[in-house]
């Protein structure tokens, strides 16, 4: 698989419930990012989780990193309609001080809450 | 709240031509950078630039493209012969620095007809 890979490909919930998507990448990494995408929208940060991390929360999202497993999770609580767009995780390589921010993405997954 | 602005919107071109899409960084950023994706497709990174030059450029970032810093605050991607291939939207992001969060634009959509 390739760096950045998210499951579910697609998710589909009705409002109230929980969604739990899920990254796994294969380099190690500086840091992990959770960007949500509107459909043919820009793309809008949701949290930032460090390597020496392990959980962060800010609002209804909750992010954890595993780096053992190099994997990390976005868990949107009492979701709603409005939360309906594309998640995607991008990691931020440890490239031994040459790394120069850049962001690799995984596929995303498509979140459909249903009201 | 600062934001990276991207213009224009959308943009038509035909097959040969050159085009430039602009964008405007958040001021205190020092990084700036180019991304793409392809309709339905995952966002690929293109080229990074620091400190006035290009600091890591993907496989995508071929001799067809080039990015510039005219002044303070612009940023430019330009594609000098679009292939339909070109065709995607593209972001601009920027950073205060590495390891910190990187704020996106809206994007432009080139279409190459």
């Known amino acids: 698989s390739q760096q950045g890979e998210e499951d579910p490909q697609a998710l589909s919930i009705q409002e109230g419930e929980n969604a739990t998507m899920n990254c796994s990448y294969k380099t190690s990494i500086n840091n992990l990012q959770w960007y949500r995408q509107n459909s043919g929208r820009g793309l809008v940060h949701l949290i930032l989780i460090r390597s020496n991390e392990r959980e962060k929360h800010s609002g209804r999202l909750r992010v954890t990193l595993d780096t053992s497993k190099k994997s990390s999770s976005l868990l949107i609580t009492a979701s709603r309609a409005a939360d309906t767009a594309s998640y995607f995780c991008?990691?931020?390589?440890?490239?031994?001080?040459?790394?120069?921010?850049?962001?690799?993405f995984g596929q995303g997954t498509i979140l459909t809450v249903h009201p | 709240e600062p934001e990276v602005t991207q213009t224009p919107s959308h943009q038509v071109t035909q097959m040969g031509q050159e085009v430039i899409l602009r964008c405007v960084p958040i001021?205190?950023?020092?990084?700036f950078y180019w991304y793409r994706q392809i309709l339905g497709q995952k966002v690929e990174f293109l080229v990074s630039?620091?400190?006035?030059?290009?600091s890591e450029k993907s496989e995508i970032f071929d001799d067809q493209f080039s990015v510039e810093r005219p002044d303070g605050s612009n940023f430019t991607l330009k594609i000098r012969s679009t292939k339909l291939e070109d065709s995607a939207m593209y972001f601009c992001a920027s950073n205060w620095g590495t390891g910190g969060e990187a704020f996106f634009g809206q994007g432009t959509r080139l279409t190459v007809v």
């Open positions: 991008a990691t931020d390589p440890n490239a031994g001080g040459t790394s120069y921010g850049k962001l690799t």
């Open positions: 630039f620091y400190n006035n030059e290009i």
């Open positions: 001021s205190n950023h020092l990084y």
